[in-house]
């Protein structure tokens, strides 16, 4: 076990936030990134979403999820000294491919969620075959 790294959270790296707005739930599209500039009204007011820059956070890693409508919004948020950006888009198309099938066959094993494209292993000869064998060693180490 590496030594502990004072300027590191012990507790957690790792933070998962999913919210399901019960009122005003037309304000969540404020939030949720677009190429275009998002705009509503809301008790006679006229808003715009503002985009800011990513901002460095308490943890490694964000995943801040949001119903909109029908859909679910996700954002990461995440460490650039730690991810690289192509990395973390290949874990957003992983996590999107998991959401996927758990939510199209409620009985599946999450160890046989497969990406589109890729050949189905047995789960014993691979334990998290949505991951690439790079990304798969990334996680175990």
Do not use: W
């Not at 801040?64 to 954002?75: L, M, P």
């Not at 996927?100 to 890729?118: E, H």
């Amino acid at each position: 076990m590496p030594p502990r790294d004072p300027s590191r959270m012990p507790v957690f790296d790792v933070a998962f936030v999913y919210q399901k707005p019960q009122r005003a739930a037309e304000l969540t599209r404020l939030f949720v990134p677009t190429a275009r500039p998002t705009r509503i009204s809301f008790g006679g007011l006229e808003l715009e979403a503002y985009a800011l820059a990513q901002q460095e956070g308490q943890f490694d890693l964000v995943l801040d999820c949001a119903e909109v409508g029908d859909d679910i919004a996700v954002t990461a948020r995440f460490a650039t000294d730690l991810f690289a950006r192509e990395r973390m888009i290949r874990l957003m198309h992983h996590f999107k491919e998991i959401v996927r099938a758990v939510t199209t066959d409620v009985t599946i094993a999450l160890n046989a969620v497969v990406p589109p494209g890729r050949a189905a292993t047995s789960a014993s000869s691979c334990p998290t075959p949505a991951l690439t064998d790079e990304d798969r060693e990334e996680v175990q180490f």
